[in-house]
T-cell receptor
Framework: NAGVTQTPKFQVLKTGQSMTLQCAQDMNHEYMSWYRQDPGMGLRLIHYSVGAGITDQGEVPNGYNVSRSTTEDFPLRLLSAAPSQTSVYFC?????????????FGPGTRLTVT | GIQVEQSPPDLILQEGANSTLRCNFSDSVNNLQWFHQNPWGQLINLFYIPSGTKQNGRLSATTVATERYSLLYISSSQTTDSGVYFCAVYSWGKLQFGAGTQVVVTP
């Protein structure tokens, strides 16, 4: 299993540009989520999904869109990038069965918005 | 939402020393995980420990869910243990992270 994969590893955008961060998992996990990590603030939840076709907002959803058309993929879209979105983005996945909530994280995408 | 507090925020250890990191949480949780973020930014799963005690080499963890805390023990620390240790709790469909403990192990 490749686990959770993310692309790209690094990205530089100009203010106002849009882009999509890709996340895929091959473990047949129902639950997928996106976090951002800023210095000294730990990880904060952006959006999450409990299955194909179902998404919901996390703690910091503004400026981001998600969709979940398949179990494997959960892309994160930045509609109009802002410098405040400069961060490291992590995707995670897990099963949803009771007692099986262990989260697996991807390697991260480092995004800089100038 | 649930609050997760980690202590201490920073820890400097000499190689070979032992240490204990603490994670307190404000409400009942379905699970708890400990992660190590290495200096290259990778998040590494250490323990999935909703309750009880687990050991993995020089690391061990204990969660007392009824008292809402978890402890991570590092024994005989090595320079490769440096990084940030995060505690995260799963509650009502979301994983909530603490702010982390920055650990520096000096030779």
């Amino acid at each position: 299993n490749a686990g959770v994969t993310q692309t790209p590893k690094f990205q530089v955008l100009k203010t106002g540009q849009s882009m999509t961060l890709q996340c895929a998992q091959d473990m047949n996990h129902e639950y997928m989520s996106w976090y951002r990590q800023d210095p000294g603030m730990g990880l904060r939840l952006i959006h999450y999904s409990v299955g194909a076709g179902i998404t919901d907002q996390g703690e910091v959803p503004n400026g981001y869109n998600v969709s979940r058309s398949t179990t494997e993929d959960f892309p994160l879209r930045l509609l109009s990038a802002a410098p405040s979105q400069t961060s490291v983005y992590f995707c995670a996945s897990s099963y949803l069965a009771v007692g099986a909530y262990e989260q697996y994280f991807g390697p991260g995408t480092r995004l800089t918005v100038t | 939402g649930i609050q997760v507090e980690q202590s201490p925020p920073d820890l400097i250890l000499q190689e070979g020393a032992n240490s204990t990191l603490r994670c307190n949480f404000s409400d009942s949780v379905n699970n708890l995980q400990w992660f190590h973020q290495n200096p290259w930014g990778q998040l590494i799963n250490l323990f999935y420990i909703p309750s009880g005690t687990k050991q993995n080499g020089r690391l061990s963890a204990t969660t007392v869910a009824t008292e809402r805390y978890s402890l991570l023990y590092i024994s005989s620390s090595q320079t490769t243990d440096s990084g940030v240790y995060f505690c995260a709790v799963y509650s009502w469909g979301k994983l909530q992270f603490g702010a982390g403990t920055q650990v520096v192990v000096t030779p």
